[in-house]
Each structure stands twice: as structure tokens, then as C-alpha cells.
């Protein structure tokens, strides 16, 4: 039987970050995923700078535009530039940012193996046996990286489907947009979420966010038509929906030799469903807590504690946000905006910025 230290079963940004960790301390880790190109991901690839300052390597190569303004407007209205002293966020492209994590892991000593499905698991008292395309593996450690629909969860922790926030995107090149916008987040464009156009140079991802799958429908049709207001066109390709993982408050993340990580663990911030910083964050705490080899599943969710306390306080803020939108809005633009960017650009999270700004008040 095969037999490696980890086994990860996932290649994207959690994935790829416990793997390059793991991998670079001398443990030998094998990355599954069921994709060989990294072009199926729908995600937005914007890197908010507290996400771009986890990563081991630098982002240059994959790194399209550098933003230091955000536009927001209140349903399309009031556009108001949200400025920072210097970059809060770098735009990617996620298929090429999921390559040069991918390679960097590869290069840390991981091996990655394409598959076809999970068939099986098994835990005994020094490892799990995972069965993959019929063939068992063998592994001190298994971590799920497998995104928000994670058949580890199913498999090796079990609870039923979790339902979170959702999103549905599309590319327009750049030819077809009657303007090259800035990078901008449309509150309120649907209801209990949002729209956002985001630059990459020869194209612009544009796309709807809702924060409950109970909410308003983010489909083709919305998006197109929210494309044609904004850009003037409606020619998009690559459309794709997918679920977020926004409720790792209330999922185990954890149980003996089994670790789940990003969004498999829910650690998506159900505000405007940034999901990278979480998902990198996780990966590398994951490895650390194997790596440290002593109670690893105790350990992991320890760590975690900090940024699943911080979930947890986003939620009902997040609710209350978007159902008082337009006094909300009132808020971020006259009181909260210039401590928010600071924030931002300082590469804090939401609840630190808050923090800020009550300091700096009170
Ligand atoms: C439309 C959209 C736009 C978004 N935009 C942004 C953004 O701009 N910025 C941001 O921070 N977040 C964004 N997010 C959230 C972000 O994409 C996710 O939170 C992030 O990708 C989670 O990373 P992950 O590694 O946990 O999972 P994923 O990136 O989903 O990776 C999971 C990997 O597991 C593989 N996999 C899945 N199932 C199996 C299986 N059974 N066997 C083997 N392999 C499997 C998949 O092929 C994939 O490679 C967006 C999400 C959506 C839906």
C-alpha cells in the first residue's frame, strides 16, 4: 500500500499552503486534486494585502493590477472612492495563482496526483487509509482542502450539507467593456449582497455576491444584466456559480488525524465572501499543528480559535449590514471609511480595523 505522512486532498490556495509548509520541513506529502488546470475555479482572485502577507513567496508573477481605491457605490449610486495610502488589495487571476501555488508547493517537495474520486476512509489508531480510484493510501494525516462542497467532511467527519453564501461570476475583455472601471464593489446591487467589477489588465471579473443562499438569485440572467449596466455589455465568458464556505463557527474542524482547511472548513468571511485569506491562513496553521505532532487536531482548532471567534462576530454584523444598507452606507462613507482603508492597507483583518477605530474614537 502507498504510504506518505499527509495526504491532501484539494490543490488550491489551503491546499497548496499546508502543503508547501509540509513539504518544506522534509514531511512527504501528496496533494490530490480531480483537476489538472487550475482554469475551473470560480473566484475573483482579488488578494486582500492581510492575504498577500501569509504567502511563503512573492505574488509578482501572477499579480494584474495593484489597488489602493476601492469604488463603492449604494446600488449603483453615490460611487464613492474609498482611498488608502497605499495597496489593500492585488488582483490576480485565479487559474494563474493557483498555478504558481501549485508549482511552489511542487517545488517544496510535494507530489500532486489527479484523480477521479474519493472511494473511501478509514481511521485506525497511527494513521487513515484513504481509498483513491479504488487503490487504498496510507497516511499519518489527511487534510481536506477540497472547497466548500468537501467530500472529506462527508466522508471522514461527517454532518449533512452546510449552506452558506454564494456567488456567480463571468469575464468581459477588456475590447467589449464601454470602460476599463476601477476596482469596484456595487453594495446592494442584489439584495443581501452585492456587485463587483474587478481589473485584470486584459479583462474585467465581473460578478454578484449573495451572503445567504435564502436571499435574492444570482444567475446567469442577473449577471448579465448587471454587466450591461455597468460595462455596457453583456458578452461574458467563463460564467460560472459556486457556494462559499461561511460557516466554520459551527462545523468541526477537526476529529483525530483528520484536518479540513479554507473553505471544506468554512472559514470564508460572510461580509463581502473573501475566502483566500482563510483558506491560506488555515493550510499553514493545519501544517504547523502536524508538524508540532503532538495533540494535532486539538492543537489546529486552538489556533484557529482567533479567526473562528472573529467569523462568528462578522455574521450578525454582516446580517445587520446589508438589512440597513443605505444607513450602513452612511457609516462606512462619513465615519468608518478612512480607518477601514487604513486597515486594509495595514493588512488587518475586519475585526482588528474595528478595533482600530474604536481606539482611535474612544
Ligand atoms: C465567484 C466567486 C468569487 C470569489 N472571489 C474571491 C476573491 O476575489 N477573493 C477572495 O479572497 N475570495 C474569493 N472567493 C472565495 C474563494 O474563492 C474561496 O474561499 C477559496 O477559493 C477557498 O480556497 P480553498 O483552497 O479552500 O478551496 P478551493 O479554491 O475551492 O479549492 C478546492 C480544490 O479541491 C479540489 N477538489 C474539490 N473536490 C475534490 C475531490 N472530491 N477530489 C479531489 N479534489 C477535489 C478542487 O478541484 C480545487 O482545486 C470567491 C468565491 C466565488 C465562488
Request: glycine letters at 12%; aromatic letters at 8%.
Amino acid at each position: 500500500m502507498a504510504q506518505v505522512d499527509v495526504i491532501i486532498v484539494g490543490a488550491g490556495q489551503a491546499g497548496c499552503a499546508a502543503g508547501y509548509d509540509l513539504a518544506r520541513s522534509g514531511l512527504s506529502v501528496l496533494m490530490l486534486d480531480r483537476h489538472a488546470s487550475t482554469g475551473h475555479k470560480p473566484c475573483a482572485g482579488g488578494v486582500t494585502e492581510k492575504a498577500r502577507r501569509l504567502y511563503r513567496f512573492p505574488l509578482d508573477p501572477v499579480i494584474r493590477e495593484t489597488v489602493s481605491v476601492l469604488q463603492m457605490s449604494l446600488a449603483l449610486r453615490r460611487e464613492t472612492p474609498f482611498a488608502a495610502d497605499s495597496q489593500v488589495c492585488v488582483m490576480t487571476h485565479r487559474p494563474e495563482l493557483d498555478q504558481l501555488c501549485r508549482e511552489q508547493a511542487q517545488q517544496a517537495g510535494a507530489e500532486l496526483q489527479i484523480i477521479h474520486r474519493l472511494d473511501g476512509f478509514r481511521c485506525h489508531s497511527d494513521g487513515i487509509v484513504l481509498t483513491v480510484d479504488g487503490k487504498p493510501i496510507q497516511a499519518r494525516y489527511l487534510i481536506g482542502a477540497d472547497g466548500a462542497n468537501s467530500a472529506v467532511r462527508r466522508l471522514a467527519i461527517g454532518g449533512g450539507a452546510q449552506h452558506g453564501a454564494m456567488a456567480i461570476e463571468g469575464l468581459l475583455s477588456r475590447e467589449q467593456c464601454r470602460r476599463y472601471p476601477e476596482t469596484t464593489f456595487d453594495l446592494g446591487a442584489v439584495p443581501d449582497g452585492y456587485g463587483w467589477l474587478f481589473p485584470k489588465g486584459d479583462h474585467v471579473n465581473v460578478g454578484l455576491y449573495v451572503r445567504t443562499q435564502n436571499g435574492a438569485k444570482v444567475d446567469r440572467d442577473a449577471l448579465a444584466a448587471y454587466a450591461m449596466t455597468r460595462l455596457g455589455s453583456d458578452a461574458l465568458t467563463h460564467v460560472q456559480g459556486f457556494p462559499l464556505g461561511t460557516w466554520g463557527h459551527r462545523q468541526r474542524l477537526a476529529a483525530g488525524r483528520v484536518l479540513l482547511v479554507g473553505d471544506a472548513a468554512g472559514f470564508t468571511e460572510p461580509l463581502l465572501g473573501e475566502g483566500i485569506y482563510g483558506a491560506v491562513l488555515s493550510g499553514q496553521r493545519a501544517a504547523a499543528a502536524i508538524l508540532a505532532g503532538a495533540d494535532v487536531a486539538a492543537d489546529y482548532i486552538a489556533d484557529m480559535r482567533r479567526w473562528s471567534g472573529e467569523l462568528k462576530r462578522v455574521h450578525p454584523l454582516a446580517a445587520m449590514f446589508y438589512a440597513t444598507l443605505p444607513l450602513s452606507f452612511g457609516v462606512l462613507k462619513h465615519l468608518v471609511r478612512p480607518h477601514l482603508m487604513a486597515g486594509y492597507a495595514a493588512g488587518l483583518t475586519l475585526g482588528q480595523s474595528k478595533r482600530l477605530y474604536w481606539g482611535a474614537r474612544f
